[in-house]
């Protein structure tokens, strides 16, 4: 059974940064196509960032040049380094994982299978 489970978030001022770590059990990370979600209360689970298993990396719009997720396959972990952190960026942030994702659909919600519980970030201005 595939576990995901982040670490805690935390809350930081406009231009902080934060750095998010989803640890992967029940599956070898490096054979797992992953992404970063987020939500804020009342809207849709949106695509921040995924990797696939070459790392090859996608971003939403919002946060490119300032998010960066990254893999550490012998930690069996995954990384979502944030900088220049904005109000906007404040939500729930969710780890997501499958053994099989199509490149172009990589942030879309529906493409993965496993999920994390959940951290909450919050950035005051």
């Known amino acids: 059974q595939v576990q995901l489970v982040e670490s805690v978030g935390g809350s930081v001022q406009a231009g902080g940064s934060l750095r998010l770590s989803c640890a992967v059990s029940g599956v070898t990370a490096s054979t797992y196509y992953m992404a970063w979600f987020r939500r804020v209360p009342g809207t849709e689970r949106e695509g921040v960032a995924s990797i696939s298993t070459n790392n090859k990396t996608t971003y939403a719009d919002a946060v490119k040049g300032r998010f960066t997720i990254s893999r550490d396959n012998a930690k069996n972990t995954v990384y979502l380094q944030m900088n220049s952190l904005k109000p906007e960026d404040t939500a729930m942030y969710y780890c997501?994982?499958?053994?099989?994702?199509?490149?172009?659909?990589?942030?879309?919600?529906?493409?993965?299978?496993?999920w994390g519980q959940g951290t909450q970030v919050t950035v005051s201005s």
């Open positions: 997501a994982g499958d053994g099989w994702v199509n490149y172009s659909g990589a942030l879309r919600e529906h493409a993965y299978i496993s």
